[in-house]
């Protein structure tokens, strides 16, 4: 039984490319979060989506970042321009309903140079 | 302005001993209280929860503890085995979403 699948595990880009992380939730599962974790700040919340539409994105950090759900089994998180603070592991995380016990991903760890 | 604090970055602790990992929230609304785990390389998993009614639940080797007038949270392990080193976060339950701690490196070693 898949999990979440995230895509790619590992990014290396320059300061100011475009980064698109991918994210396929578990079937069936009508939330999806998108979290960014650092050293400094732990695990935030960037943005949830509850069947598809966005419902909370005030945990993203500035208008650089954009996440979409285009349908229940696919959401990307973009950065544009990307710079070298937004190193960090993304992870996307889906539950069935407002559970407890989210199911994350593996994680993409983004490095910006 | 962090709502949900785990001041000590990391913890060691041999074998067999009790591990005590403590988290503190600055909010009296917040609903349920949960650690999740997390390995390398992996995303966090659940571990255990409590809701805001209790001040105690166990589950195996593990205990959450709530002192809610401190608004204090803590996750105890007892015995602590090599296997549960990894990075253990708090969180808390809000409107529909979790609001999660820095995180507390555990270190068991045999």
């Known amino acids: 039984d898949a999990g979440v699948i995230q895509s790619p595990r590992h990014e290396v880009t320059e300061m100011g490319q475009e980064v698109t992380l991918r994210c396929k939730p578990i079937?069936?599962?009508?939330?999806l979060f998108w979290y960014r974790q650092t050293m400094m700040r732990g695990l935030e919340l960037l943005i949830y989506?509850?069947?598809?539409?966005?419902?909370?994105d005030s945990g993203m950090p500035e208008d650089r970042f954009s996440a979409k759900m285009p349908n229940a089994s696919f959401s990307t998180l973009k950065i544009q321009p990307s710079e070298p603070r937004d190193s960090a592991v993304y992870f996307c995380?889906?539950?069935?309903?407002?559970?407890?016990?989210?199911?994350f991903g593996p994680g993409t760890r983004l490095t910006v140079t | 302005d962090q709502q949900v604090k785990q001041n000590s970055p990391s913890l060691s602790v041999q074998e067999g001993r009790i591990s005590i990992l403590n988290c503190d929230y600055t909010n009296s609304m917040f609903d349920y209280f949960l650690w999740y785990k997390k390995y390398p390389a992996e995303g966090p998993t659940f571990l255990i929860s409590?809701?805001?009614?209790?001040d105690k639940n166990e589950d195996g080797r593990f205990t959450v503890f709530l002192n809610k007038s401190a608004k204090h949270l803590s996750l105890h392990i007892v015995p602590s085995q090599p296997g549960d080193s990894a990075v253990y976060f708090c969180a808390v339950r809000g409107f529909q979403k979790l609001v999660f701690g820095t995180g507390t490196r555990l270190l068991v070693s045999p």
């Open positions: 995380a889906s539950t069935l309903g407002p559970q407890l016990e989210q199911y």
């Open positions: 079937s069936g599962h009508d939330y």
């Open positions: 409590i809701s805001s009614i209790k």
């Open positions: 989506f509850n069947n598809n539409v966005p419902i909370d």
